[in-house]
């Protein structure tokens, strides 16, 4: 497991601008087992994704589930997995660590808000502190930030990129290994990533592989797609169903 992680944790460092490292989310074990095939070095489970595959609204998978379906996940495959886990379900650190070791993941993204609500951030990240404690280097920290999707109405876009930054220098601060921006615009990009010490994520589209090299530029060292790889899925699936109904 510690061989596991330092792999994954390698893997976001060193990487030339267009090169960054591309995580697609798997919902299941034959979707990761496909990515893997593909030649992908690592991957990182979607929540809304594992989620629309249990039946569950986003956000709404119980932990105990969430947690079974990353286990299979990293059983099925021989490549370091991150798992998405929300804001960690009122786990406290040491359970919440145990719980993701115990699935197989070398990593987590842990968001900062909480329905639909921006977390305090000095309060998210102390959590994001003990997370990091409790794991030593078990896991991959990935604080993603939620004030682009859930940040203060109105506010201009220099208002919500000063906020992220802040936000984001934090977290850094704090211990986490990645910072996730989620949703940011493209230009902003470039300056988030000069503002930080520690890897930028960013969420791509699923368009191929220039859609990745552009962000890399941008200043990217690491590109997931979120939900949108099992929504793809789901509409081939739906596009079959109609086929065979004669539709």
């Known amino acids: 497991m510690t061989q596991s992680a ?11 601008p267009g090169d960054p490292l591309v ?39 119980p932990a105990a589930e969430m947690f079974a379906a990353v286990a299979r996940i990293t059983r099925a495959v021989s490549v370091p997995v991150s798992a998405d886990i929300e804001g960690g379900y009122g786990l406290a650190p040491d359970e919440l660590v145990g719980r993701l070791l115990e699935a197989g993941a070398v990593g987590c993204n842990l968001e900062d808000s909480a329905d639909g609500v921006l977390v305090e951030p000095r309060k998210h990240a102390d959590r994001l502190a003990e997370v990091r404690a409790a794991a030593g280097g078990l896991l991959f920290v990935n604080a993603r930030v939620d004030t682009y999707i859930h940040g203060t109405p109105g506010a201009t876009d220099a208002e919500a990129e000063s906020d992220t930054i802040a936000r984001a220098r934090l977290y850094a601060e704090a211990g986490a290994d990645c910072v996730y921006p989620i949703m940011a615009p493209a230009d902003s990009l470039p300056r988030v990533a000069a503002a930080l010490t520690v890897p930028l994520n960013a969420l791509g589209a699923p368009d191929g592989p220039s859609t990745s090299r552009r962000l890399g530029e941008l200043g990217a060292a690491r590109v997931t797609f979120g939900p949108q790889l099992q929504r793809r899925a789901a509409e081939a699936v739906r596009g079959l169903a109609d086929r065979l109904a004669g539709h």
Do not use: I, M
């Open 6 to 16: 330092a792999l994954f944790r390698a893997l976001h460092h060193g990487r030339p």
């Open 23 to 61: 995580l697609p989310g798997p919902w299941d074990v034959p979707s990761a087992r496909a990515f893997e095939e593909a030649g992908f070095p690592a991957l990182a489970t979607p929540s809304a994704g594992v989620a629309a595959s249990l039946g569950y609204a986003d956000g709404q998978t």
